[in-house]
């Protein structure tokens, strides 16, 4: 199985991708992780990103793209994947459209996590008290989520466009956001 996550900040994309790595036994790729990772590191892509990401705006899309690539040359990821926080942008939907064909593992589905707004900014407002994530301050998740209103969203459309999008009402407790994500991604029985 291999799944993109799709959704605004706080749709719950890494909550129920965690679920869906025990479910579907396969590794959840996070670029968010990937990122947080390099600044815990204190590595020079670390350094790079560490502002960027604290003011809420996307890090550069050749970063993101090598990241990517690294980790899919892993070989744990051959039996598929869940991917978490990419695309976020037209160009990078098409590089990695590139990225996928080149390595031979065809996405089977583009789930979006569809939450109003007012529930985001008051999930990441509870995260930002008990977790204290840098990005999480007021300022910086109105950026994340114009960033997101801006470039991400036409992501949706584009898979939406490529019939490849499946619509996920993300509102309600974890355990029935995650039965109708793995309802929608189940494969239809054959008749007969
Ligand atoms: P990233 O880590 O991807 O952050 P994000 O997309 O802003 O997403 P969040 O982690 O805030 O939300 P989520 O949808 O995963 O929700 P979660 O499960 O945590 O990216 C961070 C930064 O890295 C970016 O801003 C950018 O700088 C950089 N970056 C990453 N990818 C990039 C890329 N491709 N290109 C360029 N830059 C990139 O849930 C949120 C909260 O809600 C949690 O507290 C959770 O417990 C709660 N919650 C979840 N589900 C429910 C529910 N059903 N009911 C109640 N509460 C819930």
Redesign the pocket.
């Known amino acids: 199985m291999r799944l993109v996550l799709l959704?605004?900040?706080?749709?719950?994309?890494?909550?129920?991708a965690a679920r869906l790595k025990e479910h579907l036994q396969v590794p959840h790729v996070?670029?968010?992780?990937l990122?947080?990772a390099e600044v815990a590191a204190q590595s020079p892509l670390g350094l790079e990103?560490r502002e960027?990401?604290a003011r809420?705006?996307?890090?550069?899309?050749a970063i993101?793209l090598g990241m990517l690539e690294d980790r899919f040359s892993r070989p744990d990821t051959r039996g598929g994947f869940i991917l978490?926080?990419?695309?976020?942008n037209l160009a990078?939907a098409d590089a990695m459209g590139h990225l996928l064909d080149r390595i031979g593992q065809p996405m089977d589905h583009a789930v979006f996590?569809d939450v109003p707004t007012e529930l985001l900014v008051e999930?990441?407002a509870?995260?930002a008290q008990?977790?204290g994530r840098a990005?999480?301050s007021p300022e910086a998740v109105r950026t994340?989520l114009k960033i997101y209103n801006d470039s991400t969203a036409p992501v949706v459309d584009y898979y939406r466009q490529h019939g490849q999008l499946k619509v996920v009402h993300?509102?309600?407790?974890?355990d029935?956001?995650f039965t109708r994500i793995v309802e929608t991604i189940a494969p239809v029985p054959e008749v007969g």
């Not at 809420?56 to 899309?61: A, H, K, P």
């Not at 978490?84 to 976020?88: A, L, Q, S, T």
């Open positions: 959704g605004a900040p706080g749709s719950g994309k890494g909550t129920q996070s670029t968010g992780d990122l947080r990103a960027v990401m809420g705006e996307l890090v550069s899309d993101l978490d926080g990419y695309p976020r990078q996590l999930r990441i509870g995260r008990a977790e990005d999480d994340r993300g509102v309600g407790s974890l029935d956001v």
